[in-house]
């Protein structure tokens, strides 16, 4: 990203070190005002790190961020501009929801008739307003939550920190405080970073996606672009399904996949014979009762043999076997198609692989 006036968070060449182990290694990360940013990735990536650095509960070994142009990184957290929100919520079990959300407004200088006032503004806000007199106890684990965003708002904080902070909601309560998180961001505007390694909440709320993995920035993009572009075989695997296939490159836009030949994406940066790892989304395989209709590429069109049948609501999961080459694929495709072609185990179909939907990456997969 290039600089601009409108950068509000600038970390620069972070690096955190626990004994001989690098957690985080020279991340580097722009973050514009008002932007939504999702940390993703797997546990242990370091994005929980990064978090703790940003709101000074760790002190990085390298590097330093910039708050709106105002080196923060050697401040303790008591200095720093932000509120946060914590998986586990730690509300006070003593204190009531009002005296929970208006503790940070303590010493502040507000009066009692102004905080009572803000306090009453923000349960309005988060949904909560005949809460005030109720104890966390009294409260389920999403009211629970809203009451600690409520907290964490209650300062006008410019910055909005989450660590995983819906995790530990069943999934339903979740959906639903994952849409009002979005809709409360669209009408205040505050820049937030929301650590998460659940990819349907990152691509659901995130204005952009940042993929963590082993202490280093994979891929930085809008959910479109990690989706659709991912730039590796562990973003591709990582965010959301894919089918990574193991294969050598044989020419320009040919590969070798099991000793089937495949038309795939060019790669001009990777030499003739390389080993690779191709990737296919499941829902990006067609699926036919015959040959027909003609294929442009008809080394991609193949005999399979379905295995499985998952059904998962609006769509049909579907595990296929594929005698030329004794592999297994995944294909994603509309229940309503599925029961169109009477799709069952044992059934035999033909599937086209669309060469250009077939990525080409030079690290051998690791995809998975």
């Known amino acids: 990203m290039t600089e601009s006036s409108t950068t509000y968070l600038d970390i620069q060449g972070v690096g955190k070190r626990f004994g001989s182990f690098w957690a985080l290694k020279d991340v580097s990360l722009r973050i514009e005002a008002g932007e939504f940013v999702c940390f993703l990735g797997p546990s242990g990536c370091g994005k929980t790190t990064l978090l703790r650095i940003i709101a000074g509960l760790e002190q990085q070994d390298d590097g330093r961020i910039l708050q709106k142009g105002r080196d923060i990184s050697g401040l303790p957290s008591s200095q720093r501009d932000f509120g946060i929100v914590f998986q586990s919520y730690a509300l006070f079990p003593n204190l009531s929801v009002k005296d929970n959300v208006g503790y940070g407004l303590k010493g502040k200088g507000w009066s009692r008739s102004a905080m009572a006032d803000r306090v009453k503004e923000l349960l309005d806000l988060v949904g909560l307003p005949n809460s005030a007199s109720q104890y966390p106890a009294q409260l389920s684990g999403g009211m629970q939550q809203r009451v600690a965003l409520a907290r964490a708002l209650a300062t006008s904080p410019g910055l909005l920190l989450l660590d995983e902070p819906l995790s530990a909601l069943d999934a339903r309560v979740r959906a639903h405080l994952r849409t009002e998180l979005r809709h409360l961001h669209q009408r205040l505007g505050v820049t937030t970073i929301m650590v998460t390694h659940d990819q349907e909440e990152a691509l659901s709320l995130a204005d952009r996606i940042v993929v963590m993995n082993q202490g280093v920035i994979e891929q930085v993009g809008s959910p479109q672009t990690i989706y659709q572009k991912p730039c590796s075989a562990f973003v591709a695997d990582f965010v959301g399904k ?120 030079g690290d051998p997969a690791r995809a998975h």
């Open 242 to 361: 894919t089918n990574p296939l193991r294969a050598r490159l044989i020419g320009p836009g040919r590969a070798s996949w099991e000793g089937m030949e495949l038309a795939c994406e060019h790669a001009p940066g990777l030499p003739g014979d390389s080993e690779v790892t191709l990737t296919l989304r499941p829902e990006e395989i067609v699926l036919h009762d015959a040959h027909a209709p003609e294929t442009a590429h008809p080394g991609n069109r193949v005999d399979a043999m379905v295995q499985d049948l998952e059904f998962l609501g609006a769509f049909c999961r579907v595990s296929m076997h594929l005698p030329v080459n004794g592999q297994t694929l995944i294909a994603d495709v509309p229940t309503a198609q599925a029961l169109l072609m009477g799709l069952h185990a044992k059934r035999s179909i033909w599937i086209d692989l669309p060469p250009q939907h077939i990525r080409v990456y």
